[in-house]
């Protein structure tokens, strides 16, 4: 049997992305990470995370969970994976999803 191997593709800081050219920050942006933000549901648990309500940016999140019981917020990261063929060996990676 074959062997696969994995890799992710951190996101680069905007330092670095600043000596690309134009269409490459272009596609990389279009491609970055999306964080999604909840409040936890009354009654979670570190052991058993429930997602409650979904607020729109993380200042909303921290206000609202300062104002709950439990004061926790959850952030989301969505990703697909997919292989890609490299050398004739598959390769997976992940590929961030947008809301």
Avoid at 69 to 75: E, P, T
Avoid at 78 to 91: D, F, H, L, N, R
Wanted: proline share 7%; no cysteine.
């Amino acid at each position: 049997m074959g062997s696969a191997a994995v890799t992710t593709m951190p996101a680069q800081p905007p330092a670095a992305q600043s000596n690309r050219s134009k269409r490459t920050r272009r596609s990389r942006q279009q491609s970055e990470e999306v964080a999604r933000y909840f409040l936890a549901k009354e009654g979670s648990s570190p052991a058993k995370p429930e997602l409650g309500e979904e607020v729109s940016s993380e200042g909303e999140a921290l206000i609202k969970a300062f104002q709950s019981k439990s004061g926790v917020v959850y952030v989301l990261h969505v990703y697909k994976a997919e292989a890609e063929m490299q050398g004739g060996s598959p390769t997976l990676v992940k590929r961030p999803l947008q809301k």
